[in-house]
């Protein structure tokens, strides 16, 4: 059974930082490209980050040059290094597997609150 789930999440004061995590099972880690979509209350699903198969990585423009995408194969999982954090960044974040037509999989979202 394929499942993310995804970790590190909570309360951080503005200008702090948070790791999420997300965890894979169930499939070949190494060979997907994996998303990171966060979604705020009242508003539609934005694409943070991602990276693929290879390492490479794509940040949307909101978050460029304050969060950090990676992955570790060996442990089948994906983390989301959030620096600089801004009131703007709450959001439930979800992480997601890329397929070709979209994302198959996604695990069940984990909170980000920034506020002072």
């Known amino acids: 059974e394929v499942q993310l789930v995804e970790s590190g999440g909570g309360l951080v004061q503005p200008g702090g930082s948070l790791r999420l995590s997300c965890a894979a099972s169930g499939f070949p880690f190494s060979y997907y490209d994996i998303i990171w979509v966060r979604q705020a209350p009242g508003k539609g699903r934005e694409c943070v980050s991602a990276?693929?198969?290879?390492?490479?990585?794509y940040y949307g423009d909101s978050v460029k040059g304050r969060f950090n995408i990676s992955r570790d194969n060996a442990k089948n999982t994906e983390y989301l290094q959030m620096n600089s954090l801004k009131p703007e960044d709450t959001a439930v974040y979800y992480c997601?597997?890329?397929?070709?037509?979209?994302?198959?999989?996604w695990g069940q979202g984990t909170q980000v609150t920034v506020s002072s």
């Open positions: 997601a597997r890329v397929v070709a037509y979209g994302y198959d999989y």
């Open positions: 990276i693929n198969s290879g390492g490479g990585t």
